[in-house]
């Protein structure tokens, strides 16, 4: 099992608020999109001193699209620090794509899917 490092920063205000945290990446092309509302981290008296999010790294143009992962912890305090632990995520996609058979006509490769689909709705 490979160690994933932590790193602790300062969080930057996005809406100057204080409300919303700028997690853009780069040249700004890319950023981290919350995937969860985030769990409340107690103390252990049950008061809520931070919060726990996992995010997903998006950017749309980009071979890295959806394989990073980040957890991010954050204290309720006047510092606005998060410490978070990015991960990489290595998964195969789940589907597999259509290969189109040269030999036969466009009009056969649509009936050929008309066919799939209407097996499909009575399976």
């Known amino acids: 099992r490979r160690e994933v490092p932590l790193l602790l920063h300062g969080a930057e205000e996005e809406d100057g608020q204080g409300?919303?945290?700028a997690r853009t990446v780069g040249k700004g092309k890319g950023s981290?999109?919350?995937?969860?509302?985030?769990?409340?981290?107690?103390?252990?008296e049950g008061k809520v001193i931070?919060?726990?999010?996992?995010?997903?790294?998006e950017n749309l143009g980009s071979t890295q699209h959806g394989r990073w992962l980040m957890k991010e912890y954050s204290i309720s305090s006047p510092q606005d620090y998060v410490l978070c632990r990015?991960?990489?995520?290595?998964?195969?996609?789940?589907?597999?794509?259509?290969?189109?058979?040269?030999?036969?006509?466009?009009?056969e490769q649509d009936q050929q899917q008309q066919a799939k689909k209407a097996s499909v709705r009575w399976l």
């Open 50 to 57: 931070g919060y726990k999010r996992s995010l997903r790294y």
């Open 19 to 21: 409300e919303r945290f």
């Open 86 to 107: 990015i991960k990489r995520l290595d998964h195969t996609p789940t589907v597999a794509p259509v290969c189109q058979n040269p030999s036969r006509t466009q009009d």
């Open 32 to 44: 981290w999109k919350g995937q969860d509302k985030g769990k409340p981290i107690q103390n252990r």
